[in-house]
């Protein structure tokens, strides 16, 4: 689902999308913190951008594909807390609930991330069990 680049990003830090996670996604800039890796992918879901998701996976993990539920709607990402991360780290984790409707109905998805780095880069590890 194309995103207008003026609207505000999906992932609720207040600049417009082209500005924000919408330039992580075109390869502009980068996720200096494994926060705006999470950031980015929770926008990367609500704009249906699945290539930029695959590319932010960890290999080991990463599935062939991403299929979206076009009922799903994300409404807003709140992050429950963070440990490491930092551009200093090189793994971390982020604490985040991500809120959606569905049929008419709300719901969150709550979730301790894994992150780390590979070849520079943060990418999405799994959920902490």
């Not at 990003?9 to 502009?28: M, N, Q, T, V």
């Not at 930029?52 to 290999?59: E, F, G, K, V």
């Not at 604490?95 to 780390?116: I, P």
Request: glycine fraction near 10%; charge should be negative; aromatic fraction near 10%.
């Amino acid at each position: 689902m194309p995103m207008n680049h003026t609207r505000p990003c999906p992932c609720g830090l207040g600049a417009s999308y082209g500005d924000c996670c919408g330039a992580i996604h075109r390869g502009e800039k980068t996720a200096a913190t494994a926060e705006k890796l999470m950031r980015s992918r929770y926008s990367a879901f609500a704009v249906h951008d699945a290539a930029y998701l695959l590319r932010s996976w960890h290999p080991a993990t990463r599935p062939e594909s991403i299929d979206f539920d076009p009922e799903l709607r994300w409404t807003r990402l709140e992050i429950l807390g963070t440990t490491d991360g930092t551009p200093f780290h090189s793994e971390g984790t982020v604490e985040f609930r991500a809120h959606y409707t569905v049929g008419g109905h709300a719901g969150d998805q709550h979730e301790n991330s894994r992150f780390t780095r590979v070849d520079g880069q943060w990418v999405y590890v799994d959920a902490v069990e």
